[in-house]
């Protein structure tokens, strides 16, 4: 007769089930009993949660948040960028000044302008790489040549979660971003802090649906794995990787029943589906995410990263910079929804609203009508919990070429989202291979100026 360990149990009963991949590697080799218990952090923050809203594939500054009126100047006068470049490419929106605070934000985002008094813009990122894969890596997981944890599972391991039917760390992505889901592994980190992805659709996470015929059947399933589990933890007193691995598998059990209430806006009202530009029944697009994304916030989930990669295209203009008319109509009135609705529900004092892209784009001209890569200037910015709103920090030169004050690199940037959180960047480490990692590794500085 076959001897059927507690462990072929357990692989036998996840295959083809509704466990995610994070969720077997705790049940298979957790490191801490309940990784995503509810955790102090350094000091009180003024966040208690994160939104990232992140545009994969790199967002022209000049054309949405930087003018550069020298840019027009430059063409008229002559002028050639260094190199092997055609000619230098004047922004192709009219720029106007936001009636919130006077900033100047480009006709692509006109939702977006009406939020600038929340919102601190930093036109002085820097970026430590010019490829996509490299840069995605870097601003999510603090380094551009090999694989680390993500902010948000640093996020996940420092604060644990709320809610404990739902994972801490939830990623919102139709489409795969650049260097996919390596933006949310927890690589070294218990694999509970992985983020948890919703595609949207038919099957908005993969695996939820029960595949058992009757909830029955599957009550006595989890039954008899709830009683090989005890009595195994019983022969084996104090031992806390295994009551991590009983308590991830509850946790799977309890997004099964809580996930399906939280993809679910018939509630909603018809006034907060206008806000965001959401047609009733819609199971996509990015006003869809941004919606979610509030209701994953509400249910006490710290870290919730929605991506924008449009339907066919993503942010990446190469060729056509017009392209981004159809992605900054897909995004603007959902975002600007977000932190409207955040703040009308009280929300967004202690939520951190983060708005980023890997890097910005060339100030001159790429093959028919568009822009390179570029890392050395771009914008991004924050809004919400301990961000200083109303502000534009940091500046670039007049062609957008270089930054010209405040410098802000990608390590900064993160060093400023853990202060939020209430982590000093410095001591949120996790040790590994005999020494202490951090997701800033040797660098960054908390940018004070922004907090508020």
Not at 69 to 98: C, D, I, M, R, T
Not at 397 to 405: K, P, Q, S, W
């Amino acid at each position: 007769m076959m001897n059927i360990t507690r462990r072929d149990a357990i692989r036998s009963m996840v295959t083809g089930t509704m466990l995610f991949p994070a969720i077997v590697q705790d049940l298979l080799g957790a490191q801490t009993a309940n990784p995503l218990a509810p955790r102090a952090p350094h000091f009180p923050g003024k966040a208690k949660r994160l939104i990232f809203l992140y545009m994969t594939g790199g967002v022209s500054h000049v054309d949405t948040f930087d003018p550069k009126p020298g840019l027009v100047k430059a063409v008229n006068e002559g002028k050639k960028p260094q190199g092997n470049f055609k000619s230098y490419l004047p922004g192709a929106w009219e720029f106007s000044p936001s009636k919130a605070t006077g900033a100047e934000v480009s006709s692509l985002f006109p939702h977006v302008s009406g939020i600038l008094d929340e919102v601190a813009l930093i036109r002085s990122m820097v970026a430590a790489h010019n490829d996509h894969f490299q840069a995605s890596q870097g601003l999510h997981n603090g380094s551009v040549t090999v694989k680390r944890p993500s902010m948000g599972s640093w996020v996940s391991y420092g604060l644990g979660t709320e809610n404990q039917n739902l994972p801490s760390f939830v990623v919102i992505a139709p489409y795969l971003p650049y260097a996919g889901a390596i933006n949310w592994t927890s690589d070294f980190l218990p694999g509970a802090h992985t983020g948890t992805r919703i595609a949207g659709g038919a099957e908005p996470v993969a695996d939820l649906n029960r595949r058992t015929p009757t909830a029955e059947l599957q009550q006595l399933e989890l039954g008899l794995l709830d009683r090989l589990n005890n009595q195994h933890l019983i022969s084996r007193p104090g031992d806390n990787a295994l009551a991590a691995r009983i308590k991830s598998f509850e946790i799977a059990y309890g997004m099964q029943s809580e996930m399906p209430e939280v993809l679910d806006l018939s509630k909603e009202t018809d006034a907060t589906l206008k806000l965001y530009g959401l047609e009733r029944g819609d199971n996509q697009g990015f006003a869809w995410q941004c919606l979610i994304g509030r209701r994953l916030a509400e249910r006490g989930v710290r870290y919730i990263e929605l991506v924008d990669s449009g339907t066919t295209k993503n942010w990446d203009s190469h060729n056509e910079i017009d392209e981004m008319n159809a992605m900054a109509k897909n995004a603007d009135q959902p975002i600007a929804a977000l932190v409207k609705d955040l703040k009308s529900r009280g929300m967004l004092e202690d939520t951190l609203v983060v708005w980023a892209t890997e890097f910005g784009r060339t100030p001159w001209l790429e093959q028919t009508h568009g822009r390179g890569h570029y890392n050395k200037c771009f914008s991004c910015w924050m809004a919400g919990g301990g961000i200083k709103p109303g502000i534009v920090y940091g500046k670039t030169d007049e062609l957008g070429l270089n930054v010209a004050e405040n410098p802000v690199t990608v390590h900064d940037f993160q060093a400023t989202i853990l202060h939020c959180l209430g982590f000093d960047h410095t001591k949120l480490t996790f040790r590994h291979a005999g020494r202490d990692f951090r997701l800033t590794d040797v660098h960054g500085n908390v940018v004070n100026a922004l907090l508020a």
